[in-house]
């Protein structure tokens, strides 16, 4: 979620741009080429289903014939103005809105679980989904309204006296409860404890309020810089590999080497040829599903 908030900030400069082409240029990958009407300059967006989202200038091999997620996205948003990027409450979750004569869309760019890319109509409703989900509390699929997940704890507008009712609640140590209960994850959870010193594997029941205020005054601070937008993004390295991509320089990675970047959505390209899993084949049923209502929503528009 912290990634998102400062890549969802550095895409502003983005606002305002015209969509050009969409590709589906790998099973789960998205290219959207855009162009800036007032300086003519080009810029990709690659998205990496569930996985990563970038700024990139590399060179793609375009497949020749298009699938039919990309010509349904090519339908509604080619042409189309981006006229807002926003991250939804403090998910996971990259809200493009675009901007066309026939009405307003918005693509749903959700980097959780399996993941997600969803076209949605001005009233809600999806158009069509990159994956078909039927979860507990939403559905994912055609014609239905879009609903986002359960919203989380958003840390950026957390009290002190919500911060103690939320350890209170938790019956695990220290990083876990960080990372679960505050919605902060589990990397940012071993920055918060180091930049502390306080062992991250101490128990909460064991937690004294001077523990407890020091481990909020330092979240405070480091919530300082999403909260102004002070970011000093670096890529983290060991060994020549890449490691990590941070907002600001990690003292948990002290002892690996930094490279300090402008701008953390760009900085993400190094890491698109690094795959953290890899997806797994739908089975027959599900195919069948897509197939089916894919056609459907054809037979629907025609």
Known sequence: ???????????????????????????????????????????????????LICITNKDFKIPLKPSVFAMTLRKYLQNGRIIEI??????????????????????????????????????GKIILPFIRQIWEHRSIKGRETYVPPPTQINPLNLTKER???????????????LAVNVNLSGR???????????????????????????????????????KEKEFQPVIV??????????????????????????SFVRGLEKFIEIRKFEKKTDDETEKLIGKLNRQLLQQQEA
């Open 1 to 51: 979620s912290f990634d998102i908030n400062v890549i969802v900030s550095e895409l502003q400069e983005l606002v305002g741009t015209i969509i050009d082409k969409i590709y589906q240029i790998t099973q789960n990958e998205l290219l959207i080429r855009l162009r800036n009407i007032n300086t003519k300059q080009k810029e990709n967006i690659l998205i990496r289903n569930g996985e």
């Open 86 to 123: 926003s991250q939804h409450e403090f998910d996971r979750i990259i809200k493009l809105k675009i901007s066309r004569k026939e009405g307003n869309f918005c693509l749903y760019i959700e980097l959780f679980s399996t993941g997600n890319i969803i076209l949605v109509d001005e009233n």
């Open 163 to 177: 911060f103690k009712e939320l350890l209170k609640e938790s019956d695990t140590d220290i990083v876990r409860t």
């Open 188 to 226: 940012v959870a071993e920055e918060i404890c180091a930049r502390a010193n306080i062992d991250k594997n101490i128990k909460i029941k064991d937690l004294n309020e001077e523990i407890i205020a020091k481990l909020f005054e330092t979240i405070t601070d480091f919530l300082r810089y999403f």
């Open 237 to 262: 390295k060991k060994d020549a590999e890449l490691i990590d991509i941070t907002h600001v320089k990690f003292i948990t990675y002290k002892d690996m080497d930094v490279e300090i970047i402008d």
